[in-house]
């Protein structure tokens, strides 16, 4: 659908205020429990408070917590992958303590 002049984006609201849906309609006039207020995108359970024309959010911390994605546990190919990484970092602090004292024995041998 084309946005033209008469052509509004409104959204939905139910009894309780609880986002109910969007639509884009022709005309001027607001239908009945609709706003053209957009909600920010980090709300998850839009609730409209019409004294101040803008989506609140409705969800309790437990509800959030809920719906959040849990981090996946890394699989054996990404452990391996770790350790083989902090073996190589921990194999180069290794050589650079071993040249290092290389260097200080040379240096007390009066060396070269």
């Known amino acids: 659908m084309v946005v033209g002049e008469n052509i509004m ?3 939905y609201y139910d ?3 609880m986002y109910a849906g969007e639509d884009f309609i022709e005309g001027d006039a607001l ?3 609709s706003t053209t207020a957009v909600p920010d995108p980090t709300i998850i359970l839009p609730k409209y408070d019409p004294k101040k024309n803008k989506w609140i959010e409705s969800a309790t911390e437990e509800y959030k917590d809920s719906v959040k994605p849990s981090i996946p546990e890394p699989n054996d190919f990404e452990i391996i992958g770790q350790t083989l990484s902090q073996l190589r970092l921990s194999l180069l602090q290794v050589n650079r303590t071993i ?3 290389l260097k200080d024995i040379s240096d007390l041998k009066g060396g070269s």
């Open 9 to 11: 984006h409104v959204l």
């Open 15 to 17: 009894e309780n205020f």
């Open 31 to 33: 239908p009945p429990n």
């Open 99 to 101: 040249s290092t004292m």
